[in-house]
């Protein structure tokens, strides 16, 4: 069964600064999606960026960025020039046919 | 645009009472619908998922089932609910046009005493 990770519960990070969060996944498929998504204090899901595995490129979206390393199995999150709407809690997701969702990460934004 | 409704928002149930929670999809069709709990401060556990009327596949075994009697209409629902079942359930949907993105619906928030 695949199996999603994310080991930092909680991360903290000043206003303005740059903070990365780790996801690692376990699968045996070649070709599947990762994604981040963003549950801030209102409880609704938003995507934040995603990723095929078939792209070697990384996906970028304005101040979000992932460093994916497949061999690794390897799906982290860049946050850049973080803002206080970024707190929240950051789901990775990987899918091939359903979605798996790691437990999340608390992400603080001090002013 | 599509847009996923879902309700009630809140919920506070007895022990052994039924439940009912409807989620309903617009501006598209054929959807694959998702129905997801979240435990406090932990991730999304896949509950049920249908890919058509009347077709609903289960992922847990529990006090929980689905129906979808309409094609952009998920619900979910118990006959009673046991004090386990408590917590934030989230509908979700993704096209059938090969777009991967779940799009999810606000959340119901299920408390039972």
């Known amino acids: 069964a695949q199996t999603v990770t994310q080991s930092q519960p909680e991360m903290s990070v000043q206003e303005a600064e740059t903070v990365t969060l780790s996801c690692t996944y376990d699968?045996?498929?070649?070709?599947?999606?990762l994604f981040w998504y963003k549950q801030p204090p209102s409880r609704q899901m938003i995507l934040v960026i995603r990723?095929?595995?078939?792209?070697?490129q990384n996906a970028t979206e304005n101040r979000f960025s992932v460093n994916f390393q497949k061999a690794a199995k390897s799906f982290s999150l860049k946050i850049s020039d973080s803002q206080l709407g970024d707190a929240a809690m950051y789901f990775c997701a990987y899918r091939v046919g359903k979605s798996t969702f790691g437990d999340g990460t608390t992400l603080t934004v001090k002013p | 645009s599509q847009t996923i409704h879902q309700w009630p928002a809140t919920l506070v149930q007895p022990v052994g009472s039924p439940l009912s929670l409807e989620c309903t999809v617009e501006?598209?069709?054929?959807?694959?619908l998702y129905w997801y709990r979240q435990a406090a401060g932990r991730g999304l556990q896949l509950l049920f998922y249908?890919?058509?009327?009347?077709?609903i596949s289960s992922e847990v075994p529990q006090n929980l089932s689905a129906s979808r009697p309409q094609d952009r209409q998920f619900i979910l629902s118990s006959k009673k609910l046991l004090l386990s079942d408590s917590g934030f359930y989230l509908c979700a949907w993704r096209g059938p046009s090969g777009a991967n993105v779940l799009t999810f619906g606000a959340g119901s928030r299920l408390t039972v005493l």
């Open positions: 699968t045996s498929e070649s070709d599947y999606y």
């Open positions: 249908s890919v058509g009327i009347g077709q």
């Open positions: 501006g598209t069709s054929n959807p694959n």
């Open positions: 990723q095929e595995a078939y792209k070697q």
